[in-house]
């Protein structure tokens, strides 16, 4: 059966694996990496190659998801406010270099809703949202079933609309956006407290940390609102760490989006998705499938 390899870049951690055919993870790794040196050293440990065509059988490809602004047509990460040791890195040349294999480059939420879209909560769907609630807030968008790029490459940017005008700075050193309130760094500077610890702390019922959780919960609701109201969605699916918190998050969500959207009642399912940590990298492997 053929495999490729799927390797998701996020702001926080780097996630790969060799995916079938059918969209199954074998070999799956996770780790931390902030500079390209340890990304292509963590690259490297996930596949030794005279190891895994033994192994594996016939791989056909690298397919990544990187998180900023990228370059597609050269294969280049532009700009990445979360991992800024990245800017300017030609990380397909790099990738092609490390494993002498075709290597396919989309953003990190793109490709999450793509692997969503193909083993996961919007599969069969046309049109489809997802937010990825992490170190950051990303964004992806379907349409008639096509990912959406936008005119200059930097469409689906959901984490920078914008809340409140007169709000706490952005990492894109914007006001006001929803990245600023939802973002590691901003609960960190509204609450003292880290995405993680948060979900721990509310998974143990402290009722202050269900209080957050409600408070963020009701942020993401006014944000889903507006993209309820522009793109009428068949469903919105969020992704990330803070979407460990479930239930928490989503009742309120769900509840301060319908309160503010033209259509009543919300008609737009506001899920979590359903392959968690192995979104990414299973859209990656599919980038590579597709050619």
């Given at each position: 059966m053929k495999k490729v390899i799927g390797v998701d870049l996020g702001a926080s951690n780097v996630r790969a694996g060799i995916v079938d055919e059918t969209g199954i993870v074998a070999n799956f790794k996770k780790g931390r990496t902030s500079t390209p040196e340890n990304f292509l050293k963590f690259l490297a440990s996930i596949l030794d190659q005279k190891a895994a065509y033994a192994k594996f059988g016939t791989v056909?490809?690298?397919?990544?998801?990187?998180?900023?602004?990228?370059?597609?047509?050269?294969?280049?990460i532009l700009q990445s406010p979360s991992?800024?040791?990245?800017?300017?890195?030609?990380?397909v040349t790099e990738a092609k270099k490390a494993f002498n294999l075709p290597?396919?480059?989309?953003?990190?939420?793109?490709?999450?809703?793509i692997g969503e879209a193909w083993k996961g909560k919007a599969a069969g769907i046309k049109n489809a949202l997802m937010l990825t609630l992490g170190?950051?807030?990303?964004?992806?968008?379907?349409?008639?079933?096509?990912?959406?790029h936008g005119e200059h490459g930097t469409g689906s940017e959901i984490g920078h609309i914008t809340i409140d005008v007169t709000g706490p700075i952005c990492t894109c050193s914007q006001k006001g956006h929803l990245e600023a309130y939802l973002g590691l760094a901003g609960v960190r500077r509204d609450y003292k407290i880290d995405h993680?610890?948060?979900?721990?702390?509310?998974?143990?019922?402290?009722?202050?940390?269900?209080?957050?959780s409600e408070k963020l919960g009701v942020i993401l609701g006014i944000g889903l609102a507006s993209l309820i109201n522009v793109f009428d969605p068949e469903i919105i699916i969020l992704g990330?760490?803070?979407?460990?918190l479930g239930e928490r998050i989503l009742v309120p969500a769900r509840k301060t989006?319908?309160?503010?959207?033209?259509?009543?009642?919300?008609?737009?399912?506001?899920?979590?998705?359903?392959?968690?940590?192995?979104?990414?990298?299973?859209?990656?492997?599919?980038?590579?499938?597709?050619?």
């Open positions: 056909l490809g690298v397919g990544i998801g990187a998180p900023g602004q990228l370059d597609l047509a050269k294969g280049k991992l800024p040791s990245f800017n300017n890195f030609e990380i290597v396919f480059l989309e953003r990190d939420t793109n490709v999450a809703l170190t950051g807030v990303g964004g992806a968008i379907l349409i008639d079933g096509k990912l959406y993680w610890t948060l979900i721990d702390r509310v998974e143990k019922g402290e009722k202050q940390a269900i209080k957050i990330g760490g803070l979407s460990e989006a319908e309160e503010s959207t033209l259509i009543r009642p919300l008609k737009t399912e506001i899920v979590i998705g359903k392959l968690g940590d192995f979104s990414g990298v299973i859209g990656a492997a599919k980038l590579v499938f597709e050619g």
